[in-house]
Nanobody
Framework: QVQLQESGPGLVKPSQTLSLTCTVS??????????WNWVRQPPGKGLEWMGAISASGRTYYTPSLKSRSSISRDTSKNQFTLQLGSVTPEDTAVYYC????????????????????????????WGQGTQVTVSP
C-alpha cells in the first residue's frame, strides 16, 4: 500500500520560497498513469489543487499559481518536491501531497480532472498534511 509523507519547514517568511518534499513508499513515482500532486487548504477555506508531476516527469499547474510554482522529482529517492516562490501570508495552509491514477489525456483535461478529483477528495492516496505558516 502506497504511503506519502510531506516534509518541510513549518514557518516561512514573506517573500521567501517555500519548499516541501513528499516521500513515497510502497509504490514508484515512475509507475505509468499515476500523477503526483500538491494540494493545499488555507484556514477556513476549501481544498486547492496546486499542481502535479506525472509518471513520465511532465508537470501541470493551476493557472493562478503557475508563475510562482515549480514541481520536480528525484526518482532515486522516490520523492517529489514543490517550490512556491514569493510567498505571502495568504499562502498559509495545510499542504498535502497525493497520488491519483488517471489515464492519459490532453493537458487541459488532465488539469480539470485532477482539480475535480482532489478538491472534492474523491479519490487518490493522500499524505497526512503539513502546516505551513507564512509570517515575518
Amino acid at each position: 500500500q502506497v504511503q506519502l509523507q510531506e516534509s518541510g519547514p513549518g514557518l516561512v517568511k514573506p517573500s521567501q520560497t517555500l519548499s516541501l518534499t513528499c516521500t513515497v513508499s510502497g509504490g514508484s513515482i515512475t509507475t505509468t498513469y499515476y500523477y503526483w500532486n500538491w494540494v493545499r487548504q488555507p484556514p477556513g477555506k476549501g481544498l486547492e489543487w496546486m499542481g502535479a508531476i506525472s509518471a513520465s516527469g511532465r508537470t501541470y499547474y493551476t493557472p493562478s499559481l503557475k508563475s510562482r510554482s515549480s514541481i520536480s522529482r528525484d526518482t532515486s529517492k522516490n520523492q517529489f518536491t514543490l517550490q512556491l516562490g514569493s510567498v505571502t501570508p495568504e499562502d498559509t495552509a495545510v499542504y498535502y501531497c497525493a497520488r491519483v491514477f488517471l489515464a492519459d489525456r490532453t493537458e487541459t483535461i488532465t488539469i480539470a480532472s485532477l482539480t475535480s478529483i482532489l478538491t472534492r477528495r474523491q479519490g487518490g492516496s493522500w499524505g497526512q498534511g503539513t502546516q505551513v505558516t507564512v509570517s515575518p
